[in-house]
């Protein structure tokens, strides 16, 4: 079976910065532990940035999250430096916007038989990225480990879960 993990925006604006809140603190050692995992596995392991410019709040996400999180090149757009294995990623997509086409056309072109999503925040990217991948990989089994992703909003991420469990993603 070819297993892939995708780690969405797993980075420290999210976390601890700009836009952190507790929880997503407490996935460190749990993301951590799952790349590790895969990595010893042999498995492929893909990473997702959120990607931001000098000008984000002239944005259309900026006009309706004026937070300025993951501008390039700082600290807050920087992988958790414990879960930091992007040279020993298959691929690092940055994105400006929720979910990566680039990734979806990517994944078109493999045979995955498996893939998992872990990271932030899960009613937001992890749940957008999550429906790319399921339109480029329909086949596959696409699975979203609750203990591996997190929102600052619980009844938000609960809605995301059903919303994923009826597009036929696991969310165990």
């Not at 590790?36 to 990473?47: A, G, H, K």
């Not at 997509?93 to 680039?102: A, G, Q, W």
């Amino acid at each position: 079976m070819k297993k892939l993990l995708i780690v969405v925006d797993f980075q420290n604006d999210f976390i601890d910065g700009a836009l952190g809140f507790p929880k997503a603190k407490e996935l460190v050692s749990v993301i951590k532990n799952k790349i590790n995992e895969y990595l010893n596995n042999n498995d492929d392991i893909i990473y997702t940035l959120d990607t931001h410019f000098d000008n984000y709040l002239d944005t259309h996400e900026g006009k309706n999250l004026p937070v300025a999180h993951c501008i390039l090149d700082t600290f807050g757009h920087k992988v958790n430096s414990e879960c930091d294995y992007l040279d020993k990623a298959l691929k690092v997509f940055k994105k400006n916007t929720f979910p990566s086409l680039e990734l979806a056309k990517y994944l078109e072109n493999t045979d995955y038989d498996y893939v998992e999503l872990c990271g932030l925040v899960s009613n937001i990217c992890v749940l957008s990225n999550a429906v790319m991948v399921k339109s480029a990989l329909p086949n596959a089994e696409i699975v979203i480990d609750k203990c591996a992703t997190a929102s600052f909003d619980l009844e938000l991420e609960a809605k995301a879960f059903d919303v994923l469990k009826g597009l036929h993603i696991v969310v165990k």
